[in-house]
Every structure is written in structure tokens, then in C-alpha cells.
């Protein structure tokens, strides 16, 4: 069975630092993209980073120099460290995979098979 669960959300003040974690089970992570994406309630998700699974990553151009995604393949985790959070950050996060037939990184979500429940993230000004 496919598991994908975030954890690491929560509330901070503008300036601050989170690093969301992506604990999976159930496929064979090391083959596999992988990416964070957001949503807002009443938005459309968003991609925000994405790694390949040689390690290749791929930003939304509003997180670039301040968010680093990362994965151990041998905890089979994936990471999203974000510093300097801004406001707009605020939203649910969300990991998903999706097997690397492309061969690169990729923040389109139609093409992912497996996600997660989502972590909060809540950035006050």
C-alpha cells in the first residue's frame, strides 16, 4: 500500500524558517520524481519544487533562494526546507511522486500518481 505522509507545518512569523519532511512507503522512491506542491483554498495548486530522482531539482520562480527540496532514498523522505517565509507562502503543502519516465524534475500535477494528506504551513506578517 502507498503511503505518503508531511509533517513539519506550522505557524510562523514572516522571516521564518520550516522544514517540511515526506515519509513514504510502498513504491520504489529512488526511481521516482518527486515534488511539493501548495494550495490555497479557493486557488489552484501550485508546484513549488520538484526533484528527479538523479537529483535534478526545478523551483516556482517565487520560492527560488528561498526554499531547498531535497529526499534521502534510503529513509525514502523527501524535504522542503524554506527560509525567510513570507505571508504568501501560507497555504496547505502537499508531496506527491510520480515515476521518472522523463527524466527531469516537473511541477505539473497532472502527471502525479501518488500524494499526500498535506501539512499547514502559516506565515503571519
Known amino acids: 500500500r502507498v503511503q505518503l505522509e508531511e509533517s513539519g507545518g506550522g505557524a510562523v512569523p514572516s522571516g521564518g524558517s520550516l522544514r517540511l519532511s515526506c515519509v513514504t512507503s510502498?513504491?520504489?522512491?529512488?526511481?521516482?520524481?518527486m515534488t511539493w506542491f501548495r494550495q490555497v483554498p479557493g486557488q489552484e495548486r501550485e508546484g513549488v519544487a520538484g526533484?528527479?530522482?538523479?537529483?535534478?531539482?526545478v523551483y516556482t520562480d517565487s520560492v527560488k533562494g528561498r526554499f531547498t527540496v531535497s529526499r534521502d532514498n534510503d529513509k525514502t523522505t523527501l524535504y522542503l526546507e524554506m527560509t525567510n517565509l513570507k505571508p504568501e507562502d501560507t497555504a496547505m503543502y502537499y508531496c506527491a511522486a510520480m515515476e521518472d519516465y522523463r527524466g527531469s524534475p516537473s511541477l505539473s500535477g497532472g502527471q502525479f500518481e501518488y500524494w499526500g494528506q498535506g501539512t499547514q504551513v502559516t506565515v503571519s506578517s
Open positions: 526533484i528527479d530522482s538523479r537529483g535534478h531539482t
Open positions: 510502498g513504491f520504489y522512491f529512488s526511481r521516482y520524481c
